[in-house]
T-cell receptor, first 114, second 118 residues
Framework: DSGVTQTPKHLITATGQRVTLRCSPRSGDLSVYWYQQSLDQGLQFLIQYYNGEERAKGNILERFSAQQFPDLHSELNLSSLELGDSALYFC?????????????FGNGTRLTVT | AQTVTQSQPEMSVQEAETVTLSCTYDTSESDYYLFWYKQPPSRQMILVIRQEAYKQQNATENRFSVNFQKAAKSFSLKISDSQLGDAAMYFCAYRSPISSGSARQLTFGSGTQLTVLP
C-alpha cells in the first residue's frame, strides 16, 4: 500500500460531461503529480502541485484543470469529455524535500467515456 | 527537456532464464535519478529499482539489477531467474534532483511488455 488514495476507482460517463478525480497524498507529502495513461500507452505527465501551488505543467489540455487544497488533497477536473480522454489517471505524491524523495503512486482512476 | 527511450516494445523470456530490458535517455543534467517501474495487469505502478547518477556502482535488488552507463546514457534492467510473476509492462523513468531547480516529474519511456514463458 503506497498510502496514496485515489477515488473513484472507476468512472463511466458520456461525451461532453465533466468529472472530478480525487487524490489524497501520503501523510506528510507536499507534492502531488497527475499522470494520464491511455490504453497501451506510456504515462504522460499532466501537472504538479506543491503545497497548494502549481509547480509544473506537462501535456495537460485546456479542458483539464487541477487544484490542491489546504489539506493537500488534489482534484483533477476533466470537462467537455471526448472519447479520447478514456484512460487511466494516476496520482503520485512525494515529499519533495531532502536529497531524494520518491514518488508514491496511487492505484489510479479508470475513466471510460462513452 | 529530458527524454527516455525504450526501443523494445515487447520481450519474452523462458521461466528461470535471464532477460535484459534496454533504456536510453537524453539529458544535459549531470546529476539525476533513474528508475524502473513494473506495471502488472492490475495496472499498479510498482517501483522495481532506482539508480542515482552520481553512484558508479550499479543498483541491485534481489533478482533485479541494472547496468548504468552514464557516458552512453544507457540504463538497462536485468532480471535473473525470471518468474511467471515478473510478467508485466516495464517502464524506465528519469527524474531531476531537487538541486536542479527544474521540474521534478518522472519522465517515462514508452514501456516494454515482458512475457514469461513457462
Amino acid at each position: 500500500d503506497s498510502g496514496v488514495t485515489q477515488t473513484p476507482k472507476h468512472l463511466i460517463t458520456a461525451t461532453g460531461q465533466r468529472v472530478t478525480l480525487r487524490c489524497s497524498p501520503r501523510s506528510g507529502d507536499l507534492s502531488v503529480y497527475w499522470y494520464q495513461q491511455s490504453l497501451d500507452q506510456g504515462l504522460q505527465f499532466l501537472i504538479q502541485y506543491y503545497n497548494g501551488e502549481e509547480r509544473a505543467k506537462g501535456n495537460i489540455l485546456e479542458r483539464f484543470s487541477a487544484q490542491q487544497f489546504p489539506d493537500l488533497h488534489s482534484e483533477l477536473n476533466l470537462s467537455s469529455l471526448e472519447l479520447g480522454d478514456s484512460a487511466l489517471y494516476f496520482c503520485a505524491s512525494s515529499a519533495d524535500t531532502g536529497f531524494y524523495s520518491p514518488l508514491h503512486f496511487g492505484n489510479g482512476t479508470r475513466l471510460t467515456v462513452t | 527537456a529530458q527524454t527516455v527511450t525504450q526501443s523494445q516494445p515487447e520481450m519474452s523470456v523462458q521461466e528461470a532464464e535471464t532477460v535484459t530490458l534496454s533504456c536510453t535517455y537524453d539529458t544535459s543534467e549531470s546529476d539525476y535519478y533513474l528508475f524502473w517501474y513494473k506495471q502488472p495487469p492490475s495496472r499498479q505502478m510498482i517501483l522495481v529499482i532506482r539508480q542515482e547518477a552520481y553512484k558508479q556502482q550499479n543498483a541491485t535488488e534481489n533478482r533485479f539489477s541494472v547496468n548504468f552507463q552514464k557516458a552512453a546514457k544507457s540504463f538497462s534492467l536485468k532480471i535473473s531467474d525470471s518468474q511467471l510473476g515478473d510478467a508485466a509492462m516495464y517502464f524506465c523513468a528519469y527524474r531531476s534532483p531537487i538541486s536542479s531547480g527544474s521540474a521534478r516529474q518522472l519522465t517515462f519511456g514508452s514501456g516494454t511488455q515482458l512475457t514469461v514463458l513457462p
